[in-house]
């Protein structure tokens, strides 16, 4: 392997996934009550995401931290005293500020290992729109580009990489402060549904809205109608926070309109599920611009 891809948790992929394709994973963690939990786990199932959101349906409250300056030295020198390159595809600078710690780190250890290339590259990306992100680094890179094409396909396409949302819940939002107590009260009672996505700065933005759960969840498979580009040709990402059949129905719907033969699906990880609550979808694809 000619150099080494690192991402974080926020991806949401599973321990499989990142086995098979030869991913290095940094972890965050998440507080509940007194306890501390990774967000990555060596275990098979997805019981404790479902737990996880379980908690999160009886409101019991739950936080992340970022990833610190001695993980990223500890993680990155490891790797380089392999005699490796590596390039890391972090949570977006908008919604954290693990970007610039690492990259903060990249900078104070490229002297020490001249001979050494290494990049850390704001994806300006969450969830499995991060993911998205990385899959393409792993397939250029299994296709023999080198850490130089790789990059520079992240510099030239990351705006391209569209992340829309919509949640059931309007509570997670109110209390991560996306939106007021108002809205979040009248949409509640009234069975408003926020249509968000990640902009160009990274940022979790409302984009719209739809009057009930059916019409937010079609709002997502018509903007992919409106944005994929070769939509029979590309391999789409599916996020959700513990509802799987509406994934499902968002799935089957971009499937039989559009012929996107290939998904990538599963939760959101609890470093975004704790702002985007139980109830999350989340659709990411190749498109033509944020």
């Not at 996880?52 to 349906?57: D, G, K, P």
């Not at 009248?186 to 700065?201: N, R």
């Amino acid at each position: 392997m000619s150099f080494e891809i690192i991402t974080d948790s926020s991806t949401g992929f599973s321990y499989k996934y990142v086995m098979k394709n030869n991913i290095r994973m940094i972890s965050f963690k998440y507080y509940a009550g007194e306890g501390e939990y990774d967000t990555f786990t060596e275990s098979h199932g997805e019981e404790w995401l479902a737990e996880f959101y379980e908690r999160l349906r009886k409101k019991q409250s739950a936080t992340t931290s970022c990833i610190n300056a001695d993980v990223f030295t500890s993680r990155f020198t490891g790797i380089l005293n392999e005699g490796k390159d590596f390039i890391y595809l972090p949570l977006s600078s908008g919604l954290s500020v693990t970007y610039e710690i690492a990259a903060d780190v990249c900078e104070k250890l490229k002297p020490l290992y001249p001979d050494r290339k290494m990049y850390v590259f704001d994806t300006r990306s969450a969830a499995q729109g991060q993911a998205l992100t990385v899959d393409f680094a792993v397939r250029q890179r299994d296709e023999g580009k080198t850490i130089e094409e790789v990059y520079q396909w992240q510099v030239d396409n990351s705006m391209k990489i569209c992340q829309w949302f919509t949640v059931d819940d309007l509570f997670f939002l109110k209390r991560g402060g996306r939106v007021s107590t108002t809205t979040a009260v009248a949409g509640t009672v009234l069975g408003i549904k926020p249509i968000l996505h990640i902009d160009g700065d990274g940022k979790l933005i409302k984009m719209a809205t739809a009057r009930g759960r059916k019409a937010s969840l079609d709002f997502l498979v018509d903007k992919f109608g409106e944005m994929a580009v070769s939509p029979e040709k590309q391999k789409v990402f599916i996020g959700h926070g513990d509802c799987a059949d509406d994934l499902k129905y968002v799935q089957k719907s971009i499937k039989d309109k559009y012929g996107v033969k290939e998904f990538e699906t599963g939760f959101i990880n609890p470093v975004i599920g704790v702002h985007s609550g139980p109830g999350t979808v989340a659709l990411f694809f190749y498109g033509t611009g944020r």
